[in-house]
């Protein structure tokens, strides 16, 4: 069984910076597409970023592109996604998961806990 373990969120001010990580096990890591998703109060979860197996090729979503960077370590089995920029309509519960690759839609059928992301104004 996959597990998917987000860490790294916080409270940060408009125009900051953070990093998430996310462990994944249960699985062959590098076998996967992965992304991050999110999910704000009130509102569906939503893609975020993807990256390819072999973490030559990535895509966001418009609201995110320029400002944040999906990478991942296959010999740690970690997905990352770099923050900059941040503005107070970031602030969610930021997860990983698969993607299958070119869709942003989530390819394992459980999530992890997230990692709460606040940025205030």
């Known amino acids: 069984q996959v597990q998917l373990v987000e860490s790294g969120g916080g409270l940060v001010q408009a125009g900051g910076s953070l990093r998430l990580s996310c462990a994944v096990s249960g699985r062959t890591f590098s076998s996967y597409a992965m992304g991050w998703f999110r999910q704000a109060p009130g509102k569906e979860r939503e893609f975020v970023a993807a990256?390819?197996?072999?973490?030559?090729?990535?895509y966001y979503a418009d609201s995110v592109k320029g400002r944040f960077t999906i990478s991942r370590d296959n010999a740690k089995n970690t997905l990352y996604l770099h923050m900059n920029s941040l503005e107070p309509e970031d602030t969610a519960v930021y997860y990983c998961?698969?993607?299958?690759?070119?869709?942003?839609?989530?390819?394992?059928?459980?999530w992890g806990q997230g990692t709460q992301v606040t940025v205030s104004s």
């Open positions: 998961n698969a993607v299958s690759y070119g869709t942003t839609t989530a390819y394992f059928g459980s």
């Open positions: 990256i390819r197996w072999s973490g030559g090729n990535t």
